[in-house]
């Protein structure tokens, strides 16, 4: 039981310290790029599925972030045309946000801008050790997506 307390937590320490290392990494990635990481992150959101429509209380759900911080982000997106907005037809404060076909684009150029880093990073690594890191990164996000407010506290 013991051995099993001292690899959660060594493993929850080394998950800080991954999340540390690839906000630096990405930091100097996106220096002088026309998006920043949340920009992206966000854009990124919307190409998973580029025909639905998210507002802004959606997205800072989803994305854990503020709504003031979120709907910063958002506005810069919709004055840059990489995202469009539609207002609701039932509540005219609410709007419904799409990615456009040039925000589509920057998205796919920015991804394939950062696929040198992404190969030189990850390139040490053989296709089962690679295959076995995404399965258990799929397994811990969908747990935590699934589990967001289900926080133990003693």
């Not at 630096?24 to 959101?45: C, D, I, M, W, Y």
């Not at 040039?102 to 990850?122: F, N, V």
Request: net charge neutral.
């Amino acid at each position: 039981m013991e051995n099993r307390i001292q690899t959660e937590v060594r493993v929850t320490v080394l998950l800080g310290i991954v999340r540390q290392l690839m906000a630096t990494r990405e930091a100097k990635l996106f220096a002088g790029r026309s998006l920043n990481p949340s920009q992206f992150g966000v854009l990124n959101h919307f190409t998973h599925h580029p025909k639905r429509s998210w507002t802004v209380t959606d997205l800072a759900q989803v994305m854990e972030m503020n709504q003031p911080g979120i709907t910063k982000i958002v506005n810069t997106l919709l004055d840059r045309g990489l995202l469009k907005a539609h207002s609701d037809t039932e509540d005219k404060r609410r709007r419904h946000l799409l990615i456009t076909n040039q925000g589509l684009k920057l998205c796919d150029e920015t991804l394939t801008a950062l696929l040198p880093d992404i190969a030189h990073t990850l390139g040490s690594w053989d296709d089962s050790e690679l295959s076995q890191l995404h399965q258990h990164m799929e397994k811990l996000m969908h747990w935590l997506d699934e589990h967001r407010d289900d926080i133990l506290r003693t």
